[in-house]
């Protein structure tokens, strides 16, 4: 990923221009914002929840100051990602969000890996979808022996059959088992921070956020790309979604999907509410201003949570997954094509 230059003064954007129109004209300081980021500017934490506060009359100014960026470095292009539940249930964590973990009583499919001609067939509709990237997922704290063979088996043979990208998110992983993953053919590794360093405590107790940061320096070690990102609205502050897009930088990470909590029944996180479609929007914002040259993907619960703002988001996202997702469903991919026609957008498709 191309380095991002930074410029020793953080730029708040309070005092992005002298000017007094800038200072008066509603939403001026958004676009000045955009400008300095393009010029190579970092913002600092207090810019960027500024812009997790900013009010819905500027929503539509601080969203056409991100689409400046996203524009900059991906144009009109939106890419796919397809993903397959490869493993599902049977995890002995305890993530507050997740239907597949230990205290999880939802009724959800819970099964071992799915074989090599079910990971092919699942590789032939990504291709059929117009995925550019395969996502093979599978839950547990980390991968058995049995699955890092059964992944090392597969992605070359998805290769030989397909142009698609491979991303593999596996849990926790050593340097040793990245490596190999790098060997067999995996382009990235996706590991997700979730949320900001002080929450997530919160969330998890059976692993830290120190060992999600040491899987994904271990998987940069191996020369693989990295994908991670997080889900709002299970709790946190704007300090701790600020928190995680700062790291997320510092580790330059290649692609960022962000989630939107689906408080599922059956899970500790059941009755957490109160995401609004706007709230979405600032998140993806905020992350956009501080990962200008990252993918932004919108993810899991973009339908339940954005609603009729959706189109919007790809504004500031550049890509999306799909289809369903690990446990609950997406929107049928004929929208997601509808959509993404209708804002003036092409796929990105494999070479």
Known sequence: MPELSINPAPIHPDALDGSSDAKTIPGNRWHSLAKRVLGGYSIDAEA????????????????????QLRHKYFGKTVQLYFL?????????????????SKLSTAPIDKYRMLSV????DGARVAAERDSKTYCIVISGRAPSEREMKAVEMVVPRVKEETNLKICACLGLLTEEQAQRLKACGVDRVNHN????????????STHTYEDRMDTLTNVRAAGLELCSGGIIGMGETHQDLVSMAMDLRRLEVESIPLNFLHAIEGTPLEKQTGLTPQDCLRALCMMRYVNPRSELRIAGGREKHLRSLQPLSLYVANSLFVGDYLTTKGQPPESDYQMIADMGFTITKCE
Request: hydrophobic fraction near 35%; aromatic fraction near 6%.
């Open 117 to 120: 001609d079910q990971l092919l």
């Open 193 to 204: 921070l979730n949320t900001g360093k002080a929450h997530y405590d919160e969330i998890c």
């Open 84 to 100: 397959v539940n490869a493993k599902s249930g049977l995890c002995p964590e305890d993530c507050g969000y997740c239907s597949q």
């Open 48 to 67: 960027a929840e500024s812009i997790l506060a900013c009010s819905d009359d500027e929503l539509l100014d601080l969203v056409a100051g991100a689409y």
